[in-house]
């Protein structure tokens, strides 16, 4: 584990924001937390000069990139190109003495550079001859995606660095290995390194590559042009050149009768992790969330608390961010206080902090557009049409303007403030899966 000392981690804090006050016997308190990292010097470090650190940074990154070589990626032949365009675009972003390697993925992996087991060190030289090796490219095969995340993580682990970063494509379904190889795959690969994963086209399962992305904490997106890849491709690798700072977890700490009712990612994105709780001492638990840049993400914990009377108060959680040390200790990055206040104040302990209620409808409007689009798949049009609808609803009143767009090549709008929709007819494959892609996407609390 690599060893942070203070010069080269980012700024942390941790803003909480909720309502402390609960009525006589009230018992779950829930909170936003903030957390943001600034002063890593990772934005705009790229820009103008994609291949240098900005002053005192070090290259201490590796990264994997998985390209789908199976034989669905020749139609039409656009695709192939688009994926070898998009990751010698990559390869372009790859910064000065960051480790890199490309694996070509079928029904097994193979290394396409640098090849023997080992990943290169990017300069101008042995980026050119990754865009070489490139040509060499070709579609033929199965597609067995645990088998490409076992050789990245194999050759990511060969470097001795702190941020370890995979980007994997694929155009079709996993449907070469079992469900249970590809799960098994990504809980060993889990906590080893991120990976970003897109689907190109429209022949993948969403819910693979969704799936693939929330496990080893990256992103996940639809390219159904294959012609988009080379920008998609850029910009991810230039979002991982950005990340300083692995292993960051959210420790939750609370007292004796306090517990844990859930733990979720809201924004950038919906990212449920109650349950990939693991225990750090007496009544705490570490929340993974990966590697960080120059960012910001908010969190929704609720706690259940034990009743007391009115006038007590007490600290019901305390939020910490914490980074693993070489010698087996962590480092506090920041830390925030959630609390709990008892009153008769009924206005006082009625009302809802907006962070929590913003992102309360945000995690509902993620829920009900999956309800609403596996109803439609099942022939559910009642169904389908109440969910859609109350996603409809969801999105206006918060100003999702993104998901609303999406919606509305799903569904004809008919009131967005009622929720009043008809399902459209015929709807195009793309539009589809790029609404269940994105519906984890949410939109930050409007300012007070």
């Given at each position: 584990?690599?060893n942070?000392?203070?010069s ?28 943001t ?21 070090s ?38 003495g ?7 993925g ?7 550079y640098?090849?023997?087991?080992r ?15 490139l040509?060499?490219l ?6 067995a ?22 980007i ?6 996993n ?11 990504l ?24 799936g ?15 012609a ?37 990612q ?36 609720c706690?259940?608390?034990?009743g007391?009377?009115?006038?007590q ?13 070489g ?22 302990s ?13 995690a509902?409007l ?31 009143a918060?100003?999702?303007a ?9 569904v ?8 009043t ?9 793309a ?18």
């Amino acid at each position: 584990m690599a060893n942070f000392s203070k010069s080269n981690v980012p700024q942390f804090s941790v803003d909480v924001y909720q309502n402390e006050y609960l009525p006589e016997g009230g018992r779950e308190v829930n909170a936003i937390a903030t957390v943001t990292s600034t002063g890593g010097g990772t934005i705009g470090s790229a820009v103008g000069a994609p291949h240098l650190y900005s002053a005192g940074q070090s290259p201490d990154a590796a990264v994997a990139i998985m390209v789908d070589c199976s034989g669905s990626m020749d139609y039409p032949p656009t695709k192939m190109r688009g994926a070898r365009d998009a990751t010698a675009a990559a390869i372009d972003a790859v910064r000065d003495g960051v480790h890199f390697a490309v694996i070509g993925g079928t029904h097994i992996a193979k290394e396409v550079y640098p090849g023997n087991g080992r990943l290169a060190v990017a300069d101008p030289q042995t980026r050119e001859q990754a865009k070489q090796a490139l040509r060499r490219l070709s579609a033929g095969g199965g597609t067995a995606i645990g088998t490409w995340l076992r050789l990245a993580d194999r050759l990511l682990s060969s470097a001795d660095v702190a941020i370890s970063h995979g980007i994997l494509l694929t155009d079709g379904r996993n449907e070469h290995e079992s469900p249970e190889d590809l799960k098994a795959a990504l809980d060993s690969c889990a906590g080893r390194f991120t990976c970003d994963a897109r689907g190109v086209g429209t022949d993948w399962e969403v819910k693979e590559v969704t799936g693939i992305a929330s496990a080893l904490l990256g992103t996940a997106d639809i390219v159904a042009d294959p012609a988009g890849l080379a920008a998609d491709f850029t910009q991810m690798m230039e979002a991982a050149m950005g990340k300083e700072v692995a292993d960051v977890s959210l420790r939750l700490w609370t007292p004796l009768g306090a517990e844990i009712k859930f733990v979720k990612q809201v924004a950038p994105t919906v990212e449920e992790l109650t349950d990939r709780r693991t225990e750090a001492g007496p009544r705490a638990g570490d929340y993974p969330t990966g590697s960080w840049g120059d960012e910001s993400r908010d969190y929704h914990i609720c706690v259940q608390v034990p009743g007391a009377e009115l006038g007590q108060e007490m600290l019901a959680a305390r939020v910490s961010l914490v980074v693993p040390q070489g010698d087996g200790s962590v480092q506090t990055l920041s830390q925030g206080l959630v609390r709990a206040v008892w009153t008769d104040d009924m206005a006082a302990s009625t009302s809802i902090n907006p962070q929590v209620a913003h992102y309360t409808g945000q995690a509902e409007l993620a829920q009900v557009i999956q309800q609403g689009l596996d109803a439609r798949k099942s022939g559910d049009v009642d169904g389908a049409t109440a969910k859609l609808g109350r996603a409809v609803q969801l999105a206006s009143a918060s100003g999702n303007a993104d998901t609303a767009k999406l919606l509305s090549k799903v569904v004809d709008v008919v009131d967005a403030a009622a929720g009043t929709v008809r399902l459209k007819a015929k709807v195009a494959e793309a539009d589809e899966m790029t609404l269940e892609t994105r519906s984890t996407k949410t939109v930050r609390v409007k300012k007070q």
